[in-house]
């Protein structure tokens, strides 16, 4: 089992900072399955500050929505799971296993 605690479709525009710092302030919180944060996409505004959150906070694993290269999952901080959405991820998957391992 483990907990997503989503940054991305779930949240509106407006309320990305709160919800960042709310996952946060969750992860530190005992849980009794691991806990992930799904970050924001490679090229939106808040990814890079979702990154960040994600590396300081106490969550296992991050999330990348449509991961299609190695580079939408290195130097994250935190063991990656990938979401493959798209062909190109299906294609990159070999590369983007080797790539997310912290």
């Given amino acids: 089992d483990l907990v997503i605690l989503d940054l991305e479709d779930a949240v509106k525009p407006g309320d990305k900072d709160s919800a960042r710092e709310a ?6 919180e005992a849980w009794p399955v691991p806990v992930a944060i799904r970050i924001n996409g490679v090229g ?10 994600v590396a300081r906070s106490q969550a296992d694993l991050v999330v990348v929505p449509r991961a299609t290269s ?4 290195t130097d994250l901080g935190k063991p990656v799971l990938a979401m493959i959405e798209t062909a190109a991820g299906v294609i990159a998957a070999p590369f983007l296993l080797i790539r997310s391992k912290p």
């Avoid at 939106?44 to 959150?53: K, P």
Wanted: proline letters at 0%; aromatic letters at 4%.
């Fill in 23 to 28: 996952a946060v302030a969750a992860c530190a």
């Fill in 44 to 53: 939106t505004s808040w990814r890079e500050a979702d990154i960040e959150a």
């Fill in 70 to 73: 190695a580079q939408d999952v």
